[in-house]
């Protein structure tokens, strides 16, 4: 029943390593968004995509690169991970472009990264 | 670019009405303001929105002036349960462009006994 699922909730890496968060959603929505929320709660857009479609992009380092594989599936990819990239990352979704101030965003419940 | 500022902090006690006010002078004149809660441990989740003027549900109530410059995003009769972050959530428009939903820091509301 989970409409924005993601996985792994935590995860605890070294520095360098490589590593992919998952994100589903079973809502039917067209927009899919990461969010960044670091240990002060500022929550930080990275990417949206509408319909697979990069609409968004963030000024995010290019280790980052998110992947839409289809509408419901929006992935996160770091490569050479650093401890600057430990926070918490919310996968969402909404029903409209993101581009559309009265959208609703509908999030999942977090994957807590650890760099050490 | 429509930033948003909000007091980083609040604590109330059960049962009383908490008003929390989000400073947004640069709103775009089509833009919707948007409240969100969030518990620990947990990815934010929608509470209200309006455009203008009053918005109530079964959760809270919006006030909105008629310069829209800020928003007053009200709960009453607070409980334990309401211990949260709230984000309003206006968004932003580099260089008057399109919109991004950009969040802010959020208000941490803590609810006494």
């Known amino acids: 029943d989970t409409a924005v699922s993601q996985t792994p909730k935590y995860l605890v890496t070294q520095m360098g390593n490589d590593k992919s968060i998952k994100c589903e959603q079973n809502?039917?929505?067209?927009?899919m968004y990461w969010y960044k929320q670091d240990s002060k709660k500022f929550l930080k857009i990275m990417f949206s995509?509408?319909?697979?479609?990069?609409?968004i992009n963030e000024t995010v380092p290019n280790r980052f690169s998110p992947k839409s594989p289809d509408k419901a599936h929006l992935n996160l990819h770091i490569n050479s991970l650093e401890l600057g990239d430990s926070a918490v990352y919310f996968c969402?979704?909404?029903?409209?472009?993101?581009?559309?101030?009265?959208?609703?965003?509908?999030f999942g419940e977090g994957s807590w990264l650890t760099v050490v | 670019l429509a930033k948003t500022t909000q007091p980083i902090s609040m604590d109330s006690y059960e049962g009383q009405e908490v008003n929390i006010t989000c400073s947004h002078n640069?709103?775009?004149?089509?833009?919707?303001i948007t409240w969100y809660q969030q518990f620990p441990s947990q990815g934010p989740r929608f509470i209200i929105q309006?455009?203008?003027t009053k918005v109530t549900n079964e959760v809270a109530s919006l006030f909105i002036p008629a310069d829209r410059k800020s928003s007053t995003l009200s709960l009453p009769r607070v409980s334990l349960s309401d211990t949260a972050v709230y984000y309003c959530?206006?968004?932003?428009?580099?260089?008057?462009?399109?919109?991004?939903?950009?969040f802010g820091r959020g208000t941490s509301l803590i609810v006494h006994p």
């Open positions: 995509y509408n319909n697979k479609e990069l609409i």
């Open positions: 309006g455009y203008k």
């Open positions: 969402a979704s909404s029903p409209r472009d993101p581009r559309d101030s009265g959208n609703t965003i509908y």
């Open positions: 809502l039917g929505h067209d927009t």
């Open positions: 640069n709103i775009a004149t089509n833009d919707y």
């Open positions: 959530l206006v968004g932003d428009r580099e260089g008057g462009g399109s919109y991004i939903p950009t």
